[in-house]
């Protein structure tokens, strides 16, 4: 009998599985599941959601692969969600880490077994989403994409930042964000709460640092619906 093993960010590979004498499961492991596996070449920046709907997002985005996850805060994100127990482990700063054992690890740990990749995201809890952008900046992506929704024509605000009025252009679908850019590099996604990000404020922030506003369209989309179709949509263009 043979099954597929695999260590968590290392490798993965076919083993024999047999009974020994008193019905005990025996492996016979291969060589090489130390190595350290190849990492996902997509971080995702995501407005900190309710807990049990953060608990629903984190086998997924493990199993589609993302590499550092920031979780941040938002304006429009519930300061109680930072409390949330399964959280406790991480420290409040936005560099990303593996988890620590317990219930965020676990949670992870179930999507990599989905997807038969072993890499788990590294997990970021920074307390808003400046320090998560400051920290994404020391990448170098070919995609910085801010998912919101298309509120047709863009507009001109004054970036309190800078003193100067700045253009917000009109969120594009990702085919034509994707013309001209390497799908060989690494892409950055940033993913804001259900209502999307705070208009101008969050939006001056995001294209301060370079990211450009992607759209699924006009619908005003639920965090994990929004999250989940964009991270299958870069990952797939990732892949092309």
């Not at 490798?11 to 492996?27: H, I, N, P, V």
């Not at 550092?68 to 700063?93: I, M, P, V």
């Amino acid at each position: 009998m043979s099954d597929t093993a695999g260590r968590v960010d290392g490798q993965t590979a076919d083993c024999a599985a047999s009974l020994d004498g008193q019905g005990r499961l025996m492996l016979e492991l291969p060589d090489g599941l130390a190595t350290p596996s190849k990492r996902p070449r997509l971080d995702v920046i995501l407005a900190l959601p309710a807990p049990l709907r953060l608990k629903r997002i984190l086998p997924t985005l493990s199993s589609l692969g993302v590499d550092n996850l920031w979780l941040c805060g938002a304006q429009r994100t519930e300061r109680s969600y930072f409390g949330a127990k399964f959280l406790e482990g991480l420290k409040r700063d936005a560099v990303p880490r593996a988890a620590g054992p317990g219930k965020l690890r676990d949670l992870l740990v179930e999507g990599a077994e989905q997807s038969g990749d072993s890499a788990l995201p590294k997990v970021a809890l920074a307390g808003s989403l400046r320090p998560a952008l400051r920290a994404a900046a020391e990448n170098d992506y070919a995609l910085r994409l801010a998912a919101h929704p298309d509120r047709g024509a863009g507009f001109e605000a004054l970036d309190d930042a800078t003193g100067a009025m700045t253009e917000v252009p009109r969120a594009r679908r990702l085919r034509d964000l994707v013309e001209g850019a390497d799908a060989s590099g690494k892409a950055v996604l940033a993913v804001g709460p259900d209502r999307g990000w705070e208009e101008p404020e969050e939006l001056l922030a995001l294209r301060r640092h370079g990211f450009d506003l992607v759209t699924l369209g006009p619908r005003t989309l639920r965090t994990d619906v929004a999250l989940v179709s964009m991270v299958a949509l870069v990952q797939d263009w990732l892949d092309s």
